[in-house]
């Protein structure tokens, strides 16, 4: 098959939702209409139940599932699908930011009852940055939910995106009758007890007025749908693919994952609206899927749960070209030709050795400690991907050797952990001490773990107290340097050398920003 063909049917996305809305369940229907299992109950939640946070065997072994379950591929129809998985646990956003570099669109799914939520709002940001082509599945109207059309102008005004129906719920809960598939124009009907792999009865019907609707949702249903499709046409636009693929309009849809109740609506439209691979950045030109050279970068690297075998597994992104076993490709970062004997493909929950990869496809390759989070692969071009940026942290700790005999285990350690991504060290500037930032709680003790497990070093947090870091930048050398030299206390490093501010609160910030206006504050590490 061509290049060219293989890149059309490739659709490469991630699921996101705030935990508990019904992530991995939409993600198992999707994969159960794939053919690629065929029992529900079959992908294991990569989430870290609520109340594991000290039990480390438990993080071990969900870190165990979350490698099985990285990269989810299967075919429907003619369109290969790959879902990438993003942790649940809020702890470990970052993974997520990072593995929203990697995928050409998303579905976000919200709990009806619930609305949009802290973590929807931050992933959100995170795809505007991006322009993220995205679609919105509103989930669990088999529960009561608040009104549609509340939760379409909650979507639009939280996630600031303007938001076009593809669907209109009848009722919720008890009441739930189904959904009218504005795109297919078809009626869908509900049936509590269809639980989990029946398909819905569907009714073809394009003319809403007919009487013979009342048959179907008692006459009182009707009459509300009929208002509300009618309120729907007048209030939102036509259904616009180009402002969708531009990251402006997120068609909606309305159901119930673990009912399977609307998942196959939004399937059909996914495969057929949602982006094939997409033309990526780098610092020097913009790589199109199509060229015939193959690149790729590394977007999240997975350590080994065996702590005898410090061997890693890193994710790389193919861009453009065809990836091949055993050829060689230049490793930009290190100068070095590399070539890979068993880069791995993820069908559902198998992993298999492959020959060939294509754009939008994801390859796992064997690493040994060479790669980090951002490593570019060409076929000699020396490139630089884009848009795969550190984020601010949120929680800050000193990182102390609790064991002057390994030290130098502990710095390879923490080196390797950072190359990982898994969190983010800075240097104070002031005293030479090294920070450790995080999204969540929970890092630092996996962190502690890790070192001791997997390197035999041991380490203490110290408590500090920053609000926020941010980079920052000026034209205006002579104000940089003022406020480098006021705020010396509060400034660090990265761990590529740039200036870091730590702001002690939000007021501190923003006193800073407006006393230095000729300086740039920024959350992300790239600008
Ligand atoms: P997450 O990955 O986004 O964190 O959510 P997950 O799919 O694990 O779903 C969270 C809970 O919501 C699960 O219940 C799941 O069964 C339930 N759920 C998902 N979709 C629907 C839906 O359409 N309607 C209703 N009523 N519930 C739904 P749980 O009790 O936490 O887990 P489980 O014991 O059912 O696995």
Redesign the pocket.
Request: proline share 4%.
């Given at each position: 098959m061509a290049l060219i063909d293989e890149i059309t049917k490739r659709r490469t996305f991630a699921v996101i939702?705030h935990?508990?809305?019904?992530?991995?369940?939409?993600t198992e229907k999707l994969l159960l209409f794939g053919g690629a299992i065929h029992v529900a109950g079959a992908v294991k939640?990569n989430?870290i139940k609520k109340g594991a946070t000290s039990d480390f065997m438990e993080i071990e072994r969900q870190r165990g599932i979350s490698v099985a379950t990285s990269v989810m591929g299967f075919n429907y129809k003619d369109v290969k699908i790959n879902i990438l998985d993003t942790p649940?646990h809020e702890d470990f956003a970052e993974d997520t930011y990072r593995t929203l570099t990697a995928v050409d669109s998303v579905i976000i799914?919200i709990d009806g009852a619930k609305g949009v939520e802290a973590q929807t709002r931050k992933l959100m940001n995170v795809c505007r940055m991006r322009n993220t082509p995205v679609m919105v599945f509103i989930?669990?109207?088999?529960?009561p939910c608040k009104d549609p059309f509340d939760l379409l102008d909650e979507v639009e005004r939280e996630l600031q995106i303007r938001v076009r129906p593809l669907a209109f719920p009848i009722s919720s809960g008890e009441t739930f009758k189904g959904v009218y598939n504005i795109y297919e124009k078809n009626l869908s009907l509900f049936t509590s007890d269809e639980r989990q792999t029946a398909d819905a009865e569907t009714v073809d019907f394009n003319d809403i007025s007919s009487p013979e609707l009342d048959n179907y949702i008692s006459p009182k249903f009707a009459e509300q749908l009929r208002e509300n499709l009618e309120l729907v046409e007048g209030v939102y636009d036509d259904f616009n693919r180009d402002e969708y693929l531009e990251g402006k309009l997120a068609p909606v849809f309305f159901?119930?994952?673990?009912?399977n109740f609307g998942v196959r609506e939004l399937l059909e439209c996914f495969i057929r609206i949602a982006p094939s691979p997409r033309p990526s950045t780098t610092e020097s030109r913009q790589i199109e899927p199509s060229e015939q050279k193959m690149t790729g970068f590394i977007f999240k690297i997975h350590a080994n749960m065996d702590p005898n075998h410090r061997d890693r597994i890193a994710f790389m992104k193919i861009c453009s070209g065809t990836f091949e076993r055993n050829k060689n490709y230049l490793h930009v970062r290190s100068g070095k030709q590399l070539k890979f004997s068993s880069p791995t493909a993820f069908m559902a929950e198998k992993k298999s050795v492959i020959d060939f990869a294509y754009p939008g496809d994801i390859v796992g390759l064997h690493d040994t400690g060479t790669f980090k989070i951002g490593d570019t692969f060409t076929e000699g071009e020396k490139l630089r991907f884009t848009g795969i940026p550190s984020f601010s942290p949120e929680l800050f700790r000193y990182i102390e050797n609790a064991d002057p005999m390994k030290f130098k285990q502990l710095a390879k350690g923490v080196d390797q952990l950072m190359d990982e991504g898994v969190a983010q060290l800075f240097t104070s500037s002031l005293n030479g001490r090294k920070i450790i930032g995080t999204v969540g709680q929970l890092q630092f003790e996996v962190i502690q773990y890790r070192l001791a497990h997997e390197y035999g070093a041991s380490c203490r947090w110290e408590p500090i107290s920053i609000h926020k870091a941010c980079w920052i930048e000026s034209d205006n050398q002579e104000q940089l340097a003022d406020f480098k030299r006021r705020k010396h206390s509060n400034m660090a490093v990265d761990k590529h050398g740039r200036d870091v501010f730590l702001a002690d609160t939000s007021y501190a910030l923003a006193l800073a920003q407006e006393n230095f206006k000729d300086i740039r504050f920024h959350f992300t590490s790239e600008f």
């Amino acid at each position: 098959m061509a290049l060219i063909d293989e890149i059309t049917k490739r659709r490469t996305f991630a699921v996101i939702a705030h935990p508990d809305a019904g992530k991995t369940t939409l993600t198992e229907k999707l994969l159960l209409f794939g053919g690629a299992i065929h029992v529900a109950g079959a992908v294991k939640s990569n989430k870290i139940k609520k109340g594991a946070t000290s039990d480390f065997m438990e993080i071990e072994r969900q870190r165990g599932i979350s490698v099985a379950t990285s990269v989810m591929g299967f075919n429907y129809k003619d369109v290969k699908i790959n879902i990438l998985d993003t942790p649940g646990h809020e702890d470990f956003a970052e993974d997520t930011y990072r593995t929203l570099t990697a995928v050409d669109s998303v579905i976000i799914v919200i709990d009806g009852a619930k609305g949009v939520e802290a973590q929807t709002r931050k992933l959100m940001n995170v795809c505007r940055m991006r322009n993220t082509p995205v679609m919105v599945f509103i989930n669990k109207l088999d529960r009561p939910c608040k009104d549609p059309f509340d939760l379409l102008d909650e979507v639009e005004r939280e996630l600031q995106i303007r938001v076009r129906p593809l669907a209109f719920p009848i009722s919720s809960g008890e009441t739930f009758k189904g959904v009218y598939n504005i795109y297919e124009k078809n009626l869908s009907l509900f049936t509590s007890d269809e639980r989990q792999t029946a398909d819905a009865e569907t009714v073809d019907f394009n003319d809403i007025s007919s009487p013979e609707l009342d048959n179907y949702i008692s006459p009182k249903f009707a009459e509300q749908l009929r208002e509300n499709l009618e309120l729907v046409e007048g209030v939102y636009d036509d259904f616009n693919r180009d402002e969708y693929l531009e990251g402006k309009l997120a068609p909606v849809f309305f159901g119930s994952a673990v009912n399977n109740f609307g998942v196959r609506e939004l399937l059909e439209c996914f495969i057929r609206i949602a982006p094939s691979p997409r033309p990526s950045t780098t610092e020097s030109r913009q790589i199109e899927p199509s060229e015939q050279k193959m690149t790729g970068f590394i977007f999240k690297i997975h350590a080994n749960m065996d702590p005898n075998h410090r061997d890693r597994i890193a994710f790389m992104k193919i861009c453009s070209g065809t990836f091949e076993r055993n050829k060689n490709y230049l490793h930009v970062r290190s100068g070095k030709q590399l070539k890979f004997s068993s880069p791995t493909a993820f069908m559902a929950e198998k992993k298999s050795v492959i020959d060939f990869a294509y754009p939008g496809d994801i390859v796992g390759l064997h690493d040994t400690g060479t790669f980090k989070i951002g490593d570019t692969f060409t076929e000699g071009e020396k490139l630089r991907f884009t848009g795969i940026p550190s984020f601010s942290p949120e929680l800050f700790r000193y990182i102390e050797n609790a064991d002057p005999m390994k030290f130098k285990q502990l710095a390879k350690g923490v080196d390797q952990l950072m190359d990982e991504g898994v969190a983010q060290l800075f240097t104070s500037s002031l005293n030479g001490r090294k920070i450790i930032g995080t999204v969540g709680q929970l890092q630092f003790e996996v962190i502690q773990y890790r070192l001791a497990h997997e390197y035999g070093a041991s380490c203490r947090w110290e408590p500090i107290s920053i609000h926020k870091a941010c980079w920052i930048e000026s034209d205006n050398q002579e104000q940089l340097a003022d406020f480098k030299r006021r705020k010396h206390s509060n400034m660090a490093v990265d761990k590529h050398g740039r200036d870091v501010f730590l702001a002690d609160t939000s007021y501190a910030l923003a006193l800073a920003q407006e006393n230095f206006k000729d300086i740039r504050f920024h959350f992300t590490s790239e600008f």
